[in-house]
């Protein structure tokens, strides 16, 4: 592999990095919209026409764990699920450069 690709990659790697520190909360799960009812008799939910709720839902040492969000809190359970999404990538991405130069010989100090 030529320097200028080296180099090249040393770069890209430094920007992911970058991104990493700059990405905010993260998260690891799904939000969940789940109908309920109110036992009100008359409401529309005794007919069937439940109310949905959000809940932010992760498996965790093997079990599920849920916890209701409501409309105020589920856009940012929504973000950090993103910026989860996002560091995988990063990590993906990462994981693929490093590879290309230890391929090459290219390696850092091991502290």
Same mark, same amino acid.
Do not use: W
């Given at each position: 592999?030529?320097?200028?690709?080296?180099?090249? $990659?040393?770069r890209r790697?430094?920007?992911?990095?970058?991104?990493?520190?700059?990405?905010g909360p993260?998260?690891?799960?799904s939000v969940?919209?789940?109908? !309920?009812?109110?036992?009100?008799?008359?409401?529309?939910?005794?007919?069937?026409?439940?109310?949905?709720? @959000? @809940?932010?839902?992760?498996?965790?040492?093997?079990?599920?764990? *849920? *916890? @209701? $969000?409501?409309?105020?809190?589920?856009?940012?359970?929504?973000?950090?699920?993103?910026?989860?999404?996002?560091? $995988? !990538?990063?990590?993906?991405?990462?994981? *693929? *450069?490093?590879?290309?130069?230890?391929? !090459?010989?290219?390696?850092?100090?091991?502290?």
């Amino acid at each position: 592999m030529d320097k200028k690709k080296i180099q090249q $990659l040393k770069r890209r790697r430094k920007t992911l990095g970058k991104k990493i520190t700059e990405l905010g909360p993260i998260m690891r799960g799904s939000v969940v919209e789940l109908g !309920a009812t109110c036992g009100n008799p008359n409401c529309r939910c005794a007919r069937g026409e439940k109310h949905m709720k @959000y @809940y932010f839902s992760m498996s965790l040492k093997g079990k599920t764990k *849920i *916890i @209701y $969000l409501g409309k105020p809190r589920e856009p940012f359970a929504r973000q950090y699920l993103k910026n989860y999404k996002i560091l $995988l !990538a990063i990590v993906d991405e990462m994981s *693929i *450069i490093n590879l290309e130069l230890l391929k !090459a010989g290219v390696v850092k100090k091991l502290d």
